[in-house]
């Protein structure tokens, strides 16, 4: 491989970024080969020593995702540096979209609780309503006790989402410097 | 090369560079053979731990022309960088001397 179709197959990989974050990292690449080819090296034996440019590009794309998530964090985009690191080997898969699998599940079904306790008053009103001979009271006191319960679980739930976030970036960006390294075969 | 050994070195590899720089100002080929003198690496993979701790604001860039061809980007350790490096410095220590330890027992006892 030569220092124009390294460059090239790496840009193909690099087309989801920005022009500029583009331009920037092909510039990085493209001052390594000059200055090695000043140093007497061939272009391939330069491209050799860099290691596959889908593999780096791959990990280019980690970092942006999850810098992404960082300053704007969406439910696409967490997903987006999920995926990414994932993408960066088989090690990943297992270590990185197992907890992410078992985080979400909790934090969801915590929700789902939080959310059910708070509409449960409105429940009884509707069964009030369709079977109005099966009213009971003790229905209606332990509807608004679980209504407050609720409110305090989803108060919780935010907390407990936002620190979940960002312990998750903390987690993927541990990833990103331990996993995938050194060389080409990892 | 051994999964273990791919592991250890990327994380190393931000110690390294941190290291290289905390001397003076180097540009990223620079580094690279500096680091590929002592560790056997996939060279291209310093560009992204780089770019990844400019963003984190450890290190401040600029292009300085050089008198051979081209200007070259340099890299510049901040006041941040400094710290973090400090920290690392320390990790590692604790670390490398608890496993030299644990050989030493280890090897006297065979």
Not at chain 1, 35 to 58: M, N, R
Not at chain 1, 73 to 84: D, L
Not at chain 1, 103 to 124: D, E, K, R, Y
């Amino acid at each position: 491989m030569n220092k124009s179709q390294f460059l090239s197959e790496m840009e193909r990989h690099l087309s989801r970024l920005s022009i500029d974050e583009k331009d920037d990292i092909l510039q990085d690449y493209e001052e390594y080969f000059s200055i090695g080819i000043e140093e007497g090296k061939t272009e391939t034996e330069i491209a050799t020593s860099l290691g596959s440019p889908k593999q780096l590009a791959k990990e280019l794309l980690a970092n942006y995702h999850i810098e992404k998530m960082e300053t704007t964090t969406t439910t696409r985009n967490m997903f987006r540096a999920v995926w990414a690191v994932i993408g960066l080997g088989f090690v990943n898969l297992v270590i990185v979209l197992g907890p992410f699998l078992v985080v979400l599940s909790l934090l969801l079904a915590g929700w789902i609780t939080g959310v059910a306790g708070v509409l449960s008053p409105l429940l009884v009103i509707v069964n009030t309503i369709v079977n109005p001979d099966i009213f009971e009271w003790y229905d209606v006191f332990f509807s608004l006790a679980f209504c407050g319960i609720g409110l305090f679980i989803l108060i919780g739930m935010y907390y407990a989402s936002n620190s979940v976030k960002n312990v998750f970036l903390r987690y993927l960006k541990f990833n990103l410097s331990i996993v995938k390294g050194g060389t080409n075969h990892g | 090369m051994t999964a273990l050994n791919v592991q250890f070195k990327k994380g190393v590899l931000e110690l390294c560079v941190l290291v290289l720089l905390d001397k003076k100002d180097r540009y990223g080929y620079e580094l690279v053979q500096k680091i590929s003198n002592q560790i056997e690496i996939s060279e291209g993979t310093v560009y992204p731990l780089l770019r990844r701790l400019t963003k984190e604001e450890y290190f401040t860039t600029y292009l300085q022309e050089s008198s051979e061809g081209p200007s070259r980007k340099y890299y510049r350790l901040t006041d941040k960088g400094r710290i973090y490096l400090h920290q690392l410095v320390g990790e590692w220590k604790e670390f490398s001397e608890g496993v030299n330890q644990l050989i030493k027992e280890g090897i006297n006892h065979e």
